[in-house]
């Protein structure tokens, strides 16, 4: 009798693009400016991106918008996010004092230096993300914008939201 092996890689299909950012900016001032140039509408969305970790609770905002015309969909994260939990040090023998420690957490641990992610769903062969990266190259407040390889990121299970 054969033994049929099934690999869970054939099933998976990459039909979205990643763009990462470097700004300076709030998320919300960058989501303005990229749709001034890009003529798109982010729009905050309701459901943050939640991240429990032992230190705490945190979440990660985001910005959405559904492209009906082209069946894309858009979000906007940022890369990084805080966890403040205060913790009671005893100073002597009689007396305590509690501390804030504040923890960064990264939705892509291996791209610490990258602001925001912008990740392009439903795209398809037609799609041009270099054309795109162009666009928000001539937004003056964008440092800098690439494409991220999906292939070569260790935490791409963090990108399914």
Known sequence: MAIHKIQIDDFISIDYQLVAIHSSLEDYRLAYFINQKLAISFEKSKNDIGIQIPEGKSHFTRF???????????????????????????????????MDITT????????????????????????????????????????TAYKIEQNTLKSKNNLIF
């Open 64 to 98: 959405v918008f559904d492209d009906e015309k082209h069946e894309l969909y858009w979000n906007l994260v940022p890369n990084k996010t805080t966890v403040v939990t205060r913790q009671t040090k005893a100073t002597s023998l009689f007396e305590e004092t509690e």
């Open 104 to 143: 960064n957490i990264f939705l892509l641990p291996e791209l610490k230096k990258v602001d925001y992610i912008l990740k392009i769903e439903n795209t398809d062969d037609f799609f041009n993300p270099e054309g795109l990266i162009d666009e928000l190259l001539t937004i003056k407040q964008i440092t």
